[in-house]
């Protein structure tokens, strides 16, 4: 167990939907990284924040937004979703910018 | 259930030998790279990273080696195990711990 958490586990829903992804840290880490796993792309970075301030961002699409709160939790919107979409989404956390990122057991989004 | 496609080259090894997973990675400019792994159902898990002005990093029972004149990187388990199967992913990124790119990544399977 990595200390990070992700809800929900799983999330099914039609193309044109929107949905909320959510991540806590763990404890005491300042940076949040959010990841999407698909079989035909492979793992790619989404976008980075330290301390409710974005940082970097990734192939992230402009249907898909996140944020950093007060608490470090962080959430991953993903609107007018597509077939495309379906992947495991993953986010994982470090006390500050770091490569050893602790990574949580992803939220796998199924778009119908 | 899976988390990575089905189709990634795999290596075979014998419990007790030594592994060699290889990378090729495209950005001469990459100030770091790092080796994850990955098991089946699980987040990614960082292992070792090492930075490009070095040519080799040891870790626990793991060797990574950088090559960048022909931008390789490896990484090498000693005495593999069982609990080494995963997927092993090779990512890269610049200094400031964003913008990761990740390869396809291989399977890695212990035989007993």
């Known amino acids: 167990d990595s200390g990070v958490t992700q809800t929900p586990k799983h999330l099914i829903t039609a193309t044109g939907q929107r949905v909320t992804l959510r991540c806590s840290p763990r404890?005491?880490?300042?940076?949040v990284y959010w990841y999407q796993q698909s079989l035909d792309q492979g793992l790619q970075f989404l976008i980075h924040?330290?301390?409710?301030?974005?940082?970097a961002k990734g192939n992230i699409l402009e249907r898909f937004s996140a944020q950093q709160f007060p608490d470090l939790h962080s959430e991953l919107n993903l609107s007018s979703l597509e077939l495309g979409d379906s992947a495991l989404y993953f986010c994982?956390?470090?006390?500050?910018?770091?490569?050893?990122?602790?990574f949580g057991p992803g939220t796998r989004l199924t778009v119908l | 259930g899976e988390s990575v496609g089905l189709h990634l080259p795999t290596l075979s090894v014998q419990e007790g030998d030594n592994s060699i997973i290889n990378c090729a990675y495209s950005?001469?400019?990459?100030?770091?790279f790092i080796w994850y792994k990955q098991e089946s159902g699980k987040g990614p898990q960082f292992i070792i990273d090492?930075?490009?002005?070095?040519d080799k990093r040891q870790g626990q029972r793991v060797t990574v080696l950088l090559n960048k004149t022909v931008k390789h990187l490896s990484l090498q388990i000693a005495a593999t195990q069982p609990g080494d199967s995963a997927v092993y992913f090779c990512?890269?990124?610049?200094?400031?711990?964003?913008?990761?790119?990740f390869g396809p990544g291989t399977r890695l399977s212990v035989l007993p």
């Open positions: 090492i930075r490009s002005n070095m």
């Open positions: 404890s005491g880490d300042l940076s």
């Open positions: 924040y330290y301390n409710g301030e974005e940082r």
């Open positions: 994982a956390s470090s006390v500050v910018p770091s490569n050893e990122q602790f």
């Open positions: 990512a890269e990124t610049d200094n400031y711990g964003q913008n990761f790119v």
């Open positions: 950005n001469s400019a990459s100030d770091y």
